[in-house]
């Protein structure tokens, strides 16, 4: 059974920086993309970056481009989301889910958001002065 736990959340203030980790353990395939995402209390949950384990290929949110990096070990099958320039509109539970893909977002849209599965317990992230 494929299991995701992120950590890494905290208390940033605005500007500040903060870099979450996903830990995967379980996994049956060799290819997957590990896409993180948070949820806001009363909104959507929004996709914010993905990572493709056949290259690295990434995939980013307009709200978080240029702010956000994404990057995985494979030997320790953990992702890192580097996140930036935080402001008090990236509070939220970040989550880490995981779906089957053999392709590149270099080329590809990746999987569809619906594919994702195993989402872990989230970790609380709050931008605050």
């Known amino acids: 059974q494929v299991q995701l736990v992120a950590s890494g959340g905290g208390l940033v203030q605005p500007g500040g920086s903060l870099r979450l980790s996903c830990a995967a353990s379980?996994?049956?395939?060799?290819?997957?993309?590990i896409g993180w995402f948070r949820q806001a209390p009363g909104k959507e949950r929004e996709g914010l970056s993905f990572?493709?384990?056949?290259?690295?290929?990434?995939k980013y949110g307009n709200s978080v481009k240029g702010r956000f990096t994404v990057s995985i070990d494979n030997a320790k099958k953990t992702v890192y989301l580097q996140m930036n320039s935080l402001m008090p509109d990236d509070t939220a539970t970040y989550f880490c889910?995981?779906?089957?893909?053999?392709?590149?977002?270099?080329?590809?849209?990746?999987?569809?958001?619906?594919?994702?599965?195993?989402w872990g317990q989230g970790t609380q992230v709050t931008v605050s002065s």
């Open positions: 889910a995981t779906a089957p893909y053999s392709g590149s977002y270099a080329v590809g849209l990746g999987p569809a958001l619906a594919d994702f599965r195993s």
């Open positions: 379980g996994f049956t395939l060799d290819h997957y993309a």
């Open positions: 990572i493709s384990s056949i290259d690295g290929s990434t």
